[in-house]
Protein backbone atom coordinates (compact mmCIF):
# COMPACT_ATOMS: atom_id res chain seq x y z
CA UNK A 1 0.00 0.00 0.00
CA UNK A 2 2.75 2.02 1.10
CA UNK A 3 4.30 1.80 -2.51
CA UNK A 4 0.75 2.90 -4.39
CA UNK A 5 1.07 5.54 -2.14
CA UNK A 6 3.88 7.04 -2.86
CA UNK A 7 2.93 6.58 -6.60
CA UNK A 8 0.28 8.86 -6.08
CA UNK A 9 2.10 11.37 -4.46
CA UNK A 10 5.11 11.13 -7.58
CA UNK A 11 1.91 11.96 -9.68
CA UNK A 12 1.15 15.14 -7.97
CA UNK A 13 4.17 15.87 -7.63
CA UNK A 14 4.77 15.89 -11.18
CA UNK A 15 1.34 17.39 -12.38
CA UNK A 16 2.02 20.04 -9.56
CA UNK A 17 5.67 21.43 -11.68
CA UNK A 18 3.86 21.07 -14.88
CA UNK A 19 1.77 23.62 -13.81
CA UNK A 20 4.27 25.83 -12.55
CA UNK A 21 6.19 25.21 -15.90
CA UNK A 22 3.30 26.05 -17.70
CA UNK A 23 2.78 29.97 -16.54
CA UNK A 24 6.87 30.12 -16.38
CA UNK A 25 7.23 33.79 -17.94
CA UNK A 26 10.40 32.38 -20.01
CA UNK A 27 7.85 29.08 -21.27
CA UNK A 28 5.03 31.80 -21.86
CA UNK A 29 7.11 33.69 -24.05
CA UNK A 30 8.44 30.98 -26.27
CA UNK A 31 5.19 29.81 -26.77
CA UNK A 32 3.80 33.22 -27.81
CA UNK A 33 6.80 33.74 -29.63
CA UNK A 34 6.19 30.12 -31.48
CA UNK A 35 2.27 31.03 -32.07
CA UNK A 36 3.38 34.09 -33.51
CA UNK A 37 5.83 33.17 -35.93
CA UNK A 38 3.16 30.02 -37.13
CA UNK A 39 1.00 33.12 -37.63
CA UNK A 40 3.30 34.96 -39.75
CA UNK A 41 3.93 31.63 -42.11
CA UNK A 42 0.58 31.28 -42.54
CA UNK A 43 -0.36 35.10 -42.93
CA UNK A 44 0.13 36.72 -46.69
CA UNK A 45 3.38 38.45 -46.76
CA UNK A 46 1.63 41.98 -46.42
CA UNK A 47 0.30 41.38 -43.06
CA UNK A 48 3.90 39.49 -41.47
CA UNK A 49 4.69 43.33 -39.88
CA UNK A 50 1.59 43.56 -38.07
CA UNK A 51 1.76 40.34 -35.97
CA UNK A 52 4.11 40.99 -32.99
CA UNK A 53 4.37 40.25 -29.69
CA UNK A 54 5.66 42.64 -26.82
CA UNK A 55 6.59 41.40 -23.16
CA UNK A 56 6.60 44.02 -20.76
CA UNK A 57 10.38 44.37 -19.29
CA UNK A 58 9.29 45.09 -15.55
CA UNK A 59 6.15 42.49 -15.76
CA UNK A 60 7.19 39.55 -17.21
CA UNK A 61 4.07 38.06 -16.85
CA UNK A 62 2.27 40.85 -18.92
CA UNK A 63 2.37 40.62 -22.70
CA UNK A 64 0.20 42.13 -25.38
CA UNK A 65 0.23 40.20 -28.86
CA UNK A 66 0.11 43.38 -31.40
CA UNK A 67 -2.60 42.40 -34.27
CA UNK A 68 -3.94 44.13 -37.17
CA UNK A 69 -7.54 43.05 -37.53
CA UNK A 70 -7.12 41.27 -41.15
CA UNK A 71 -4.30 38.96 -39.22
CA UNK A 72 -6.52 38.03 -36.33
CA UNK A 73 -7.72 35.00 -38.23
CA UNK A 74 -4.10 33.70 -38.59
CA UNK A 75 -2.65 34.13 -34.64
CA UNK A 76 -6.08 32.45 -33.63
CA UNK A 77 -5.48 29.07 -36.32
CA UNK A 78 -1.77 29.15 -34.87
CA UNK A 79 -2.88 29.09 -31.16
CA UNK A 80 -5.39 26.18 -31.99
CA UNK A 81 -3.07 24.35 -33.93
CA UNK A 82 -0.70 24.66 -30.99
CA UNK A 83 -2.65 24.15 -27.79
CA UNK A 84 -2.24 20.23 -28.31
CA UNK A 85 1.56 20.53 -27.74
CA UNK A 86 1.26 23.34 -24.80
CA UNK A 87 1.52 22.07 -20.99
CA UNK A 88 -2.02 22.49 -19.45
CA UNK A 89 -1.08 25.31 -17.52
CA UNK A 90 -0.09 27.23 -20.43
CA UNK A 91 -2.88 25.61 -23.23
CA UNK A 92 -5.58 27.13 -20.88
CA UNK A 93 -3.74 30.40 -20.72
CA UNK A 94 -4.07 30.23 -24.76
CA UNK A 95 -7.70 29.32 -24.64
CA UNK A 96 -8.14 32.09 -22.55
CA UNK A 97 -6.36 34.21 -24.79
CA UNK A 98 -7.76 33.17 -27.56
CA UNK A 99 -11.45 34.13 -26.18
CA UNK A 100 -10.57 36.98 -25.19
CA UNK A 101 -9.25 38.27 -28.89
CA UNK A 102 -12.35 36.86 -30.66
CA UNK A 103 -14.10 38.96 -27.68
CA UNK A 104 -12.30 42.13 -28.69
CA UNK A 105 -12.99 41.44 -32.49
CA UNK A 106 -16.71 41.49 -31.59
CA UNK A 107 -16.52 45.24 -30.14
Known amino acids: MANEEMLVLNRLLKQIEDVKLGLDPEVLAGWYNKVADDAKTEAPSHLVDSIDVVQDPILPMKFEFKTSKRAVKYVLEAIDRNLPDMP???????????????AEMLR
Open 88 to 102: TATRLYFQKLSEIIQ
